[in-house]
T-cell receptor
Framework: GEDVEQSLFLSVREGDSSVINCTYT??????LYWYKQEPGAGLQLLTY?????DMKQDQRLTVLLNKKDKHLSLRIADTQTGDSAIYFC????????FGKGTRLHILP | DGGITQSPKYLFRKEGQNVTLSCEQN?????MYWYRQDPGQGLRLIYY???????QKGDIAEGYSVSREKKESFPLTVTSAQKNPTAFYLC??????????FGQGTRLTVV
């Protein structure tokens, strides 16, 4: 079945760009998602990309999809303290399968 | 106000009891999902449903049951057969254009 892998931690200085990476195994994923989770809360959908797209940009967020390498990334421009959270990538065919999440820590 | 509503936010259960978690959506989504999240962990799929009156087991269905009698509702029952039920439970719904949205979760504690 689908497996989704993410690095567990990322530290970034405030004002720099953050790049969170994800790899997935199932090429049949129709949609690929990025979610943000703050402590004690549910998951907030940040953005998603259809599998036939290469890139999607939405304000400070840029998603890149490399289908050949099955690699998905989320770039957050001008990282702020409010971006501190856990970020999950997920792939959807009939199920939605999640990675274990990347904890983003913002350095002053 | 459209969205997904999970209730209650906090739930306490005695060992040996069944308990049902509510998930309601008014987004007209066909697909609904239940996940379990343990501290410091990712989300593991319990059950999912693509259409009314049909549902499939996810990766950790043992000790859980669901029903999908209405499009808007996908309740999850945590049975006494679930050996370690204390966790954060998240419900999601998704549409055919791609959007997949979560409720705010129910934190279940066995006392």
């Amino acid at each position: 079945g689908e497996d989704v892998e993410q690095s567990l931690f990322l530290s970034v200085r405030e004002g720099d760009s953050s790049v969170i990476n994800c790899t997935y195994t199932d090429s049949s994923s129709t949609y690929l998602y990025w979610y943000k989770q703050e402590p004690g809360a549910g998951l907030q959908l940040l953005t998603y990309i259809f599998s036939n797209m290469d890139m999607k940009q939405d304000q400070r967020l840029t998603v890149l999809l490399n289908k050949k390498d099955k690699h998905l990334s989320l770039r957050i421009a001008d990282t702020q303290t409010g971006d501190s959270a856990i970020y999950f990538c997920a792939g959807r065919d009939d199920k939605i399968i999640f990675g274990k999440g990347t904890r983003l820590h913002i350095l002053p | 106000d459209g969205g997904i509503t999970q209730s209650p936010k906090y739930l306490f259960r005695k060992e040996g009891q069944n308990v049902t978690l509510s998930c309601e959506q008014n987004l007209n989504h066909d697909a609904m999902y239940w996940y379990r999240q343990d501290p410091g962990q990712g989300l593991r799929l319990i059950y999912y449903s693509q259409i009314v009156n049909d549902f499939q087991k996810g990766d950790i269905a043992e000790g859980y049951s669901v029903s999908r009698e209405k499009k808007e509702s996908f309740p999850l029952t945590v049975t006494s057969a679930q050996k370690n039920p204390t966790a954060f439970y998240l419900c999601a719904s998704a549409d055919t254009t791609g959007g997949a949205f979560f409720g705010q979760g129910t934190r279940l504690t066995v006392v």
